[in-house]
């Protein structure tokens, strides 16, 4: 057997023995826990999007929501390209009455909808993670979406967020803040091209109303310099905050901000983005497993 390059050693090497016990031993212990039934809850939506990394990190992410949250909302579930058959069958086990879909049958659907628009459509041909702008809303059956990303992980519950799902007459999008302005290109570049943009819009966990994305909107948007070829990892999350910042933005309280360094303390929520992302393992499973592991 070939050895691995020297910097695949490397990385392995340097993950701490710690992070492997909870990530590949704890982790997987989510698979006997019970199904969660009953999220009939259409009012408000769950989308996500996952991957073959990151399904059993999404599982610990609405297990957790919903052994804290009062509502037991609808969700739809997205598969990357690369989602396994393992990886759909154990959602649709876990999940009974969520919705799943698969690029299979999600990726001509949409591109079909994008037709008369052709910055939509490059966009949703060559950026993965345009699944979250394009598909979501493709997709969506309420008036209001529950915008969620795999690495959320919910200690308690969620009372800011909340008071935004349970009031539909609030016009404005809401997100969690970030660490800071994290966008496909400068915020000036925006402005300079005539756009408004709200500071700090993480796309990870929000409530995002239907008639706040047209793709009128996104076509217009993506006219500006140097965007649907800017930063990969947040031309979803620029469009996101271009879109709210039209129609209407806010952002929740500072608990719910992305943090990098410090430990959780006794916030209800955190958002464990790729620079934390051990800390999902090591501070959040650790912390939940005791009870959430439990729901037999």
């Known amino acids: 057997m070939a050895s691995l390059p020297a910097r695949v050693m490397g990385r392995i090497a340097a993950i701490k023995p710690r992070t492997r016990y909870f990530r590949d031993v704890v982790r997987p212990r989510i698979l006997s826990t019970a199904p969660v039934t009953n999220t009939d809850d259409d009012a408000l939506e769950i989308h996500v999007l996952t991957s073959d990394k990151d399904w059993l990190n999404l599982m610990w992410t609405l297990k957790s929501f919903y052994r804290v949250s009062p509502r037991r909302l609808a969700m739809c579930i997205h598969g990357d390209p690369g989602l396994s058959e393992e990886a759909i069958a154990g959602l649709r086990a876990h999940f009974p009455e969520a919705r799943v879909i698969t690029q299979a049958i999600a990726r001509e659907e949409v591109l079909d ?67 800071a302005s994290a966008y496909a290109v400068e915020e000036d570049v925006i402005r300079e091209a ?10 990870g966990f929000g409530i995002v109303h239907r008639d706040s994305m047209p793709l009128e909107w996104i076509e217009e948007f993506l006219s500006i310099p140097g965007l649907p070829v800017g930063h990969f990892w947040r031309i979803e999350q620029t469009l996101y905050a271009l879109c709210a910042s039209r129609f209407g933005v806010e952002l929740l309280p500072e608990d719910y901000r992305v943090f990098l360094e410090g430990e959780l303390g006794d916030r209800s929520f955190r958002h464990y983005v790729g620079a934390v992302r051990d800390k999902m393992f090591t501070e959040g499973m650790r912390k939940l497993a005791p009870s959430l592991l439990m729901q037999k």
């Open 113 to 179: 909808s994008l037709a008369a628009y052709p910055r939509c459509r490059q966009l949703r041909e060559t950026n993965i993670l345009s699944i979250k702008v394009f598909d979501f809303l493709h997709y969506l059956e309420a008036e209001r979406m529950a915008l969620f990303d795999s690495d959320l992980l919910f200690f308690g519950e969620p009372t800011a967020w909340l008071a935004y799902a349970n009031d539909p007459g609030r016009r404005a999008n809401v997100f969690n803040p970030d660490i």
């Open 194 to 203: 005539g756009f408004a943009i709200h500071p700090e819009v993480n796309s």
